[in-house]
């Protein structure tokens, strides 16, 4: 749900429209919804993996500029992908500590 959240606030920076600092408090790290059950676990993933792909495709309109260090935009969505990158790393720890395979979802 966090790292949602931080791709669907890219996706409100580059549409113009930035989340304001109360959405940032209010959806950052949202609690558990009440209730936890399967049928919400596949939608936080659905959103998950189209959040992904639209990543994707806002790395692949940005080209070069991607790279580009003067470009504060730029900037901050190469460490949202770190951040993706560091929080994947966790969680694919605690999966190996609890002998728990790997997923198998491949976006």
């Given at each position: 749900m966090h790292s949602n959240f931080w791709k669907q606030y890219i996706f409100s920076i580059d549409a113009g429209?930035?989340?304001?600092?109360?959405?940032?408090?209010?959806y950052d790290w949202r609690d558990i919804p009440s209730g936890p059950d399967e049928?919400?676990?596949?939608?936080?993933?659905?959103?998950m993996i189209s959040n992904h792909k639209k990543m994707k495709a806002l790395v692949?309109?940005?080209?070069?500029?991607?790279?580009?260090?003067?470009k504060g935009f730029?900037?901050?969505?190469?460490?949202n992908i770190s951040h993706d990158a560091y929080h994947a790393g966790q969680i694919g720890l605690l999966r190996a500590l609890q002998g728990i395979s790997k997923s198998n979802y491949q976006i």
């Amino acid at each position: 749900m966090h790292s949602n959240f931080w791709k669907q606030y890219i996706f409100s920076i580059d549409a113009g429209k930035p989340f304001s600092s109360e959405e940032k408090k209010l959806y950052d790290w949202r609690d558990i919804p009440s209730g936890p059950d399967e049928k919400k676990w596949q939608e936080e993933i659905a959103l998950m993996i189209s959040n992904h792909k639209k990543m994707k495709a806002l790395v692949s309109k940005l080209g070069m500029d991607l790279f580009n260090q003067r470009k504060g935009f730029s900037i901050f969505v190469r460490e949202n992908i770190s951040h993706d990158a560091y929080h994947a790393g966790q969680i694919g720890l605690l999966r190996a500590l609890q002998g728990i395979s790997k997923s198998n979802y491949q976006i």
